[in-house]
Nanobody, 130 residues
Framework: QVQLVESGGGSVQAGGSLRLSCTAS????????MGWFRQRPGKEREGVAT???????AYANSVKGRFTVSRVNAENTLYLQMDGLEPEDTAMYYC????????????????????????YGQGTQVTVSS
């Protein structure tokens, strides 16, 4: 059974930092692509950052320069360092692994910042106060 478990969420003031972690277990193989997504209050889930096995990263424009995604392949662990947090970053954050092969083919990208992943965690809440 595949499980992705996030941790590290919490409440911080604007300008503060948090580091999210995600540990994956039960995956059939080491994921070629992992990512972070978030759902802000009243909004649809959106992509935050992705990272390939070779360390190639991609970020949503809204978090570029403030968030850093990283992973430890041998441990199937994913991280998201969030600095300069803003109230608009308040959301439930989810980690994800393995984009659907059909989506990879359709999008022409093997690590898309889109909601096309096979596995998602249950999420960890991040709240940023002004």
């Amino acid at each position: 059974q595949v499980q992705l478990v996030e941790s590290g969420g919490g409440s911080v003031q604007a300008g503060g930092s948090l580091r999210l972690s995600c540990t994956a277990s039960g995956l059939p193989s080491s994921p070629t692509c992992m990512g972070w997504f978030r759902q802000r209050p009243g909004k649809e889930r959106e992509g935050v950052a992705t990272i390939e096995a070779d360390g190639t990263t991609a970020y949503a424009n809204s978090v570029k320069g403030r968030f850093t995604v990283s992973r430890v392949n041998a441990e199937n662990t994913l991280y998201l360092q969030m600095d300069g947090l803003e109230p608009e970053d308040t959301a439930m954050y989810y980690c994800a692994a393995d984009p659907h092969p059909a989506a990879i083919q359709a999008l022409g990208h093997h690590c898309p910042l889109s909601l096309v992943f096979i596995y998602y965690g249950q999420g960890t809440q991040v709240t940023v106060s002004s």
